[in-house]
């Protein structure tokens, strides 16, 4: 059976900018969230890193490539000055920040040694275009790598009632948004479908368990869940009304707090070598 398509020309990033948005992603490093890459890169390496958000991975990559350049990129200009605040807090001067498209990079054909995505195309409406360009920035050789989870593929134990109400809510939000939010496990049909045909596909998962993971994972979701954008665009879009979302903001702190919770995220990634 064919894969159904989203149409929709617009897009819209669900979660935003919201505490709980950046406290998740302003602790993503290059070791648990780009393992994958890490490989690849030399010292002397031009990376752009694209959708860097809070630059928490911008500044890891930028301190292993210490004779190269990495350049930030984000669709929201103001999340820029937490990125600018990381790489100065980790003591890292070769990387600026800019605002930019990922479906329209205002950068030269082969810029770069190594143009990297992290958790961008699962919002995007159209994510072929947006590796596309990718791989035209990027210089024949080159590498270009992208993450994305997978959010059917989620799993948690115990099965407390109310977390499988929140995985169900968040897919509808989000293609609604015109997003795939088991981009993952798309990659490799983008990639192709982009021209890209030197591809390793492998996947990766974060893993939440522990009284300090569980209680950080389950807070930041049950903030998130009342208290973000996608709270908003989670009523307005008919999905669910305010009790519904205070009733699995409810469920993930009752997850938190068994001293046996566990939570596993799978992630599609991909290294395409340039031709």
Not at 185 to 194: I, P, Q, T, V
Not at 234 to 248: M, N, P, Q, S
Request: charged share 25%; hydrophobic share 40%; proline share 4%.
């Amino acid at each position: 059976m064919p894969e159904a398509r989203n149409d929709r020309k617009e897009q819209v990033y669900i979660h935003g900018h919201h505490e709980s948005v950046v406290r998740s992603h302003g602790r993503r490093r290059a070791a648990d969230s780009a393992a994958y890459l890490l490989p690849e890169l030399r010292p002397h390496h031009r990376v752009l890193d694209i959708g860097c958000g809070p630059g928490s991975i911008t500044a890891d990559l930028a301190a292993l490539v210490p004779q190269g350049h990495v350049t930030g990129l984000d669709a929201a200009g103001g999340i820029l000055a937490r990125a600018r605040d990381a790489a100065r807090e980790r003591g890292v001067d070769n990387v600026d920040f800019a605002v930019g498209d990922a479906g329209a990079l205002d950068f030269p054909d082969g810029s770069f040694d190594v143009v990297h995505a992290h958790q961008v195309l699962q919002y995007l409406a159209d994510p072929v275009a947006a590796l596309r360009e990718m791989r035209r920035v990027c210089r024949p050789g080159g590498v270009v790598a992208v993450r994305d989870v997978v959010y059917t593929a989620m799993t948690w134990y115990p099965r407390v009632p109310g977390l499988e109400d929140w995985q169900r809510l968040y897919v509808g939000v989000a293609r609604a948004g015109g997003g795939e939010p088991d981009a993952g496990s798309r990659l490799l049909g983008w990639a192709r479908r982009a021209g890209l045909t030197d591809v390793t596909a492998t996947a990766g998962a974060w893993c939440y368990a522990g009284q300090e993971q569980r209680t950080w994972w389950s807070g930041l979701w049950a903030d998130r869940t009342l208290s973000s954008p996608f709270a908003g665009l989670a009523v307005a879009g008919g999905h669910t009304d305010r009790a519904g979302l205070e009733a699995i903001a409810r469920a993930w702190r009752e997850w938190g707090r068994h001293e046996d919770a566990w939570f596993s995220v799978l992630n599609g990634e991909l290294l395409c070598r340039v031709n």
